[in-house]
């Protein structure tokens, strides 16, 4: 006797829903109207690899930690496009020196937001205050990596506002609390409320020891108890890659630091996206207590004979120990692998 899928129990369906990835989920819910109806809602708390661009492909590939697999979507926006990310959206930059803005890769649905030309500093990071879908006041700010600029733009806004700070470069940007927080070389926090009397201008809040300074790169990072940390990460060159994280949590109010030596339940996500911070659990194959890092070495993924995503990993707080999250080769002169950050 042949057995009718569609009648199985809403019950037993949404069972089996639970704990597909995104992608699979998409599928499951595309079998037909009942499954559809009792399928868990299409949300991904997991956040995707996406992987280094292949010249001349239309398509781009994204590692799933979840079901640990490769998923190819097909992109034509990306193509030969340098990529960013922030809060689940994409920012791509290309020789025409144009900047869009796309929705959630792995959502459902298409959203792409124009942004103004940014005339030719193709090296930057770009950070959201919001998830353009779900706040219409949302802002963004980029960083000019090389010469230390901030930009500041809001829908409706033809150009980019100019940041006045004080002088510096190689800031590291997130919006946590009601306003941009920038780190800078020189282990200076910076504040830009953009709801306040002056919005495009920040001023120094808090100034990292000294003897903290000289550490390859650093992060800020919203942990997901709300406070600020600082991530120091610390490479080298014969063999090159990195080798060891730190982390501090930072009190604006006291103007006091401390070095962290858990994260309890939860792991970090740095790389050439907006840093962010997840509660995590084994059923979705990430691992607590750790920071998931990408190649973000930008001088050095445009002179190498294959590109940045070489220095990828996970790495251990508890024991200083780093293990791959990908498996495969990555490797790109333009757009090396990123995080994208999961959508609630």
Known sequence: MERNWADLLPELLGSCSQGLCPNDLSAFRAVCRSWRSAAVEESSDVPWLMLADK?????????????QRVHKKFMP???????????????????????????????????????????????????LSDSPT?????????????????????PG???????????????????YRGCFYALNANGHILRCDVNGPTPSKAQVVFEMPRDLLGLEQMYLVQSTTGSLLVVSRRKQYKP???????????????QS??????????????????SFSLEV???????PNCIYFTDDFIDNSRVTKDG????????????GTIEPHFQGKSYSHYSPPLWIEPNF
Request: charged fraction near 25%; proline fraction near 3%; hydrophobic fraction near 35%.
């Open 308 to 319: 940045g995503g070489k220095d990828m990993g996970i790495y251990h707080l508890q024991d």
């Open 281 to 287: 659990d084994e059923k979705h194959h990430i691992k």
């Open 134 to 154: 779900t706040s219409p006041d949302y802002r963004v700010m980029v960083t000019y990596y090389y010469n230390g600029r901030l930009g500041l733009w809001k």
């Open 157 to 175: 806004d033809e150009e980019w506002t100019k940041v006045d700070h004080p002088s510096s470069f190689n800031f590291h940007v997130i919006f």
């Open 257 to 274: 630091w401390r070095g962290i030596k858990t994260l309890k339940n939860s792991s970090l996500f740095l790389g050439w996206n907006s």
């Open 77 to 127: 926006e990306v193509k030969a496009r340098r990529c960013f990310s922030s809060r689940g959206w994409v920012l791509t930059i290309g020789r025409d020196w144009e900047l869009h803005m796309l929705k959630n890769p792995m959502s459902s649905g298409s959203h792409i937001i124009d942004l103004p030309n940014l005339k030719k500093f193709p090296n930057i990071e770009f950070v």
């Open 55 to 67: 010249k001349g492909k239309r398509c781009r590939e994204f590692f799933c930690l979840q079901c």
């Open 240 to 254: 090159r890659g990195t080798f060891r994280f730190h982390v501090f949590e930072i009190d604006l109010v006291a």
